[in-house]
């Protein structure tokens, strides 16, 4: 039995950590936090944030406009993505099903530019909503990654049984044949 059983690279055990990490309490966590700020934006900008557009002047109000439908795509993009693997926790679907309707779901693009001119004339609320649906997006795209990590440069061509030699791969890619 001392056959050369292949060892396994260390990307396995990092999806096999990143799947129980999606599953855990943490992820229950992640998902209520996501899902009470969609609601709590919908509330304000249906109710106190239509109120504090009204009043702020052209250049903002244009501003506001833009920010809140990037604050609003931002967070049904999570949502999507929080749904999708709720319904993998809850064996509704495939994590390989989730993967491939996840596609759809953008993440990476949906950044707010919090250094605009104008940023400073939006309402604080506003503000407040945007600075914590980007850290929220921050954290779900890096559960994204160790979830559905795309192979890199050669990987898939090359899948060393041995993570140092996975490791020695990436350096000879990097710096060509030493010695």
């Given at each position: 039995m001392t056959d050369e059983t292949p060892t396994r690279n260390t990307a396995p055990?990092?999806?096999?950590?990143?799947n129980r990490l999606a599953s855990s309490d943490n992820f229950q966590s992640l998902f209520e936090e996501g899902m009470s700020l969609v609601e709590e934006t919908a509330l304000y900008l249906d109710g106190d944030g239509r109120a504090e557009a009204k009043l702020l002047p052209r250049p903002a109000s244009l501003a506001y406009?833009?920010?809140s439908m990037r604050l609003t795509t931002r967070l049904m993009q999570l949502a999507s993505w929080l749904l999708l693997q709720r319904a993998v926790n809850e064996g509704e679907m495939s994590r390989?099903?989730?993967g491939s309707d996840k596609n759809r779901v953008r993440l990476e693009k949906l950044s707010s530019?919090?250094?605009?001119?104008?940023?400073a004339d939006m309402p604080e609320t506003l503000r407040d909503l945007v600075s914590r649906s980007v850290r929220l997006q921050e954290r779900i795209v890096h559960l994204d990654q160790m979830l559905y990590r795309k192979s890199d440069q050669n990987d898939a061509d090359e899948t060393p049984s041995n993570p140092?030699?996975?490791?020695l791969n990436k350096l000879h890619a990097a710096f060509g044949k030493m010695g």
């Amino acid at each position: 039995m001392t056959d050369e059983t292949p060892t396994r690279n260390t990307a396995p055990e990092m999806v096999h950590i990143a799947n129980r990490l999606a599953s855990s309490d943490n992820f229950q966590s992640l998902f209520e936090e996501g899902m009470s700020l969609v609601e709590e934006t919908a509330l304000y900008l249906d109710g106190d944030g239509r109120a504090e557009a009204k009043l702020l002047p052209r250049p903002a109000s244009l501003a506001y406009a833009t920010e809140s439908m990037r604050l609003t795509t931002r967070l049904m993009q999570l949502a999507s993505w929080l749904l999708l693997q709720r319904a993998v926790n809850e064996g509704e679907m495939s994590r390989e099903q989730a993967g491939s309707d996840k596609n759809r779901v953008r993440l990476e693009k949906l950044s707010s530019p919090v250094d605009s001119p104008s940023w400073a004339d939006m309402p604080e609320t506003l503000r407040d909503l945007v600075s914590r649906s980007v850290r929220l997006q921050e954290r779900i795209v890096h559960l994204d990654q160790m979830l559905y990590r795309k192979s890199d440069q050669n990987d898939a061509d090359e899948t060393p049984s041995n993570p140092v030699e996975a490791h020695l791969n990436k350096l000879h890619a990097a710096f060509g044949k030493m010695g």
